[in-house]
């Protein structure tokens, strides 16, 4: 397993940012109903805010959003689109309103098409709302994408941003994967002490652990701070094009996610954790 790769947060302004609760369960085929309650998108339990931009200079992605890209089905899943809205493209993103904390987020993905296309990217994001000086706020979380290497295919990318400290950095495992139409599952844990990633799928299976304390296995020690480890988190999951104009082959995008869910850390009282 490689160490994660330290790239100048000047370079990536416009960078982007994202198991299974039930091993057996899958997504099933999307309808496009929307689930809505009174304050807005309900999925998995949790009730999340869509993200509506109009003009690109108000993104955090550098990348055009638009409620009507965001559904969840019948079935409970999240279904987020990218399409042509008027004379461009817009994606769907969502945010969690709840606040969570430390412990261990999971969702489960697959793309509808079979791939995503090369110029979109999907992302599950655990983003730590302490220190709110910027939206370029420090996060986490799992995506698919090529910004680590912007000639390759947007493949598996477990991300950190430390805005505190002006860099991101990227861990790509060994092994390449990417979105297909087979269900995927994934896990982000936010600890005090470390930060997890998993990500399984037929045939695959890739984790990597980042830890706080010098010594440990991961030689990331000044890196993990999160902005100092903080337990009030936000999720957000998002699919758009950034710095993309269009679809390679100017075609609707369509991933589909289901399962999330959050397990709380229960500190060890024996450890003094």
């Not at 999907?122 to 994408?145: C, K, P, W, Y």
């Not at 000639?151 to 990318?157: D, G, Q, V």
């Not at 902005?227 to 094009?241: A, G, Q």
Request: glycine share 6%.
């Amino acid at each position: 397993m490689k160490i994660f790769k330290i790239i100048s947060l000047l370079s990536i302004l416009g960078f982007v940012f994202l198991i299974s609760c039930s091993e057996k369960s899958e997504p099933s085929k999307s309808e496009d109903v929307t689930v809505k309650d009174s304050s807005g998108i309900k999925f998995s339990g949790y009730h999340w805010v869509t993200k509506e931009t109009k003009n690109i200079e108000d993104t955090r992605y550098f990348c055009l959003t638009n409620s009507s890209n965001v559904k969840v089905d019948t079935q409970g899943n999240l279904i987020l689109k990218i399409r042509k809205t008027g004379d461009g493209w817009s994606g769907g993103e969502i945010t969690l309103d709840t606040i969570l904390g430390f412990g261990e987020y999971s969702f489960d993905i697959k793309s509808k098409s079979g791939s995503l296309d090369a110029n979109a990217t999907v992302a599950f994001t655990v983003l730590n709302i302490t220190d709110d000086f910027f939206e370029g706020m420090t996060q986490t979380g799992i995506r698919f994408s090529k910004y680590s290497e912007p000639e390759a295919s947007n493949e598996l990318e477990y991300f950190l941003y430390a805005t505190d400290k002006k860099f991101a950095e990227v861990e790509s495992p060994q092994s390449p994967f990417k979105l297909t139409g087979l269900v995927s599952k994934h896990k982000v844990g936010i600890y005090p002490d470390y930060l997890y990633y998993s990500s399984k799928a037929e045939g695959y299976n890739s984790e990597f652990k980042a830890f706080k304390n010098v010594g440990s296995e991961s030689d990331i020690t000044d890196a993990l701070t999160f902005s100092e480890p903080s337990d009030n988190l936000k999720v957000i999951i998002s699919l758009c094009l950034p710095e993309s104009n269009e679809p390679t082959d100017k075609k609707e995008v369509e991933v589909i996610i289901s399962n999330f869910r959050f397990t709380p850390f229960v500190p060890d009282i024996t450890k003094g954790q």
